[in-house]
């Protein structure tokens, strides 16, 4: 098992900047891929950014491209998301999540919330 936990949602207001950081524990070793998504109320969950753990190669939502950076610290089991120049359209739950290979998300932390005033 690998346990996922979000920290660093919060209120911000819009043009601002919030960093997401999961800590990933357990079995961290069967972990090849690190995720970030996102909820709205009302709406499904939608992919936001991946990173693999092994070389670091990233991949983004067009929505958030040249905004968020996703980046991982192998050392210390930790992966995150810088959020800069948010907009109110970015307010939702953020959910980390951790993939043993590259056909399915098999972990999911609790979510963080992040709220985005205009």
């Known amino acids: 098992q690998v346990q996922l936990v979000e920290s660093g949602g919060g209120l911000v207001q819009a043009g601002g900047s919030l960093r997401l950081s999961c800590a990933v524990s357990?079995?961290?070793?069967?972990?090849?891929?690190m995720g970030w998504f996102l909820q709205a109320p009302g709406k499904e969950r939608e992919f936001v950014a991946v990173i693999w753990w092994s070389g670091g190669n990233t991949v983004y939502a067009d929505s958030v491209k040249g905004r968020f950076t996703i980046s991982r610290d192998n050392a210390k089991n930790m992966v995150y998301l810088q959020m800069n120049s948010l907009k109110p359209e970015d307010t939702a739950v953020y959910y980390c999540a951790a993939s043993g290979d590259n056909s399915r998300w098999n972990y999911w932390g609790q979510g963080t919330q992040v709220t985005v005033s205009s």
């Open positions: 357990g079995r961290t070793f069967s972990v090849s891929r």
